[in-house]
């Protein structure tokens, strides 16, 4: 079962952008939003066990891989009544990981970091910003 904002919005938009003639759809994923500083600060806790090995929050995670799941289940689904379209999923949570993962190695520091976490959350809070940015 799909959580109910799934069913009401981002499955119904999907199905009405394939009936407009859409071949080839990429559907965006969930962030690992107890990456993004602004959460992160928000639900801190003094608990080691709550944070995982990149310093994110497990929990908040939990709720983002809870939705991908179930967003990905949709697009299983969609795909099955629109074999002729395909349908992408972008996996903006392990892709965000990763990129925090191999930060070293990648000649990230810290404080980059911290601003990829804060301009994620920004492009999450405002669809102006993201806007703005993809139109330049």
Known sequence: MLPTDMNTTSYTELQKVIK???IRVVVPGNFPIGCIS?????????DPTMYD?????????DIAKFYSDHL??????????HPHTVIIYGDYFHGLREVLRLAPVLGISYL???LVKSLVWLCLE???L???IYHH
Do not use: P, W
């Open 112 to 114: 980059s970091i911290s």
């Open 126 to 128: 405002s669809s102006k």
């Open 72 to 81: 990905q289940q949709a697009i299983r689904e969609l795909q099955k009544e």
């Open 130 to 132: 993201v806007e703005l």
């Open 53 to 61: 090995e990149l310093g994110c929050l497990k929990r908040l995670n």
């Open 38 to 46: 602004a959460y992160a600060a928000t639900f801190a806790t003094e």
């Open 20 to 22: 407009m003639g859409a």
